[in-house]
């Protein structure tokens, strides 16, 4: 296979999910403060929804043409803002699952960040490989999408 064929939009909302998930995993850590994993989730979920949702509305407003109806193509805007929030579903669910067992703020904040990074890894080379690049290309280039990852783990714990 040459390449993948993906809608680089996927792609797009895809990283900027991951990259709002980790963002947010990372500010939403507190050490000095009682675990909160259940809250932290319901967080990240309301902010990816409204970006989404932003992110659709502002789309539609400014490429709305003439003519077409308003509000139908509003729902078939918002409908394709399904990949920013799938993105975000393993580090909801890893939340959810820190709440369960009872994890420490620190075990769960770790996990997910590492876990996101991981995925941005894997988000790069799925978009070079979608524009064609070879393994050895993609493999690079998922390597500096992990930076993102990195550089938010290290702001972190500068900011901490």
């Not at 789309?59 to 409908?79: D, I, N, T, Y």
């Not at 997910?112 to 894997?122: D, E």
């Not at 550089?151 to 500068?158: D, G, K, P, W, Y």
């Amino acid at each position: 296979m040459k390449h993948l064929a993906l809608d680089p939009d996927l792609v797009f909302c895809g990283v900027t999910g991951t990259v709002l998930a980790t963002g947010l995993l990372a500010a939403l850590n507190d050490p000095g403060l009682p675990p909160a994993p259940n809250n932290d989730a319901l967080w990240i979920l309301v902010t990816i929804v409204t970006t989404a949702l932003t992110r659709a509305y502002a789309q539609h407003v400014s490429k709305h043409e003439p003519g077409k109806r308003f509000f139908p193509h509003l729902g078939h805007k918002m409908a394709a803002q399904w990949p920013i929030l799938a993105a975000v579903v393993p580090t909801f669910l890893l939340l959810l699952l820190a709440g369960l067992r009872g994890w420490p703020t620190e075990s769960y904040t770790l996990y997910g960040l590492i876990m996101n990074t991981v995925l941005l890894f894997g988000w790069g080379i799925v978009a070079a490989r979608n524009t064609g690049h070879n393994w050895r290309e993609s493999g690079l280039i998922g390597g500096a999408q992990m930076l993102i990852g990195i550089v938010i783990i290290v702001a972190s714990q500068l900011i901490k």
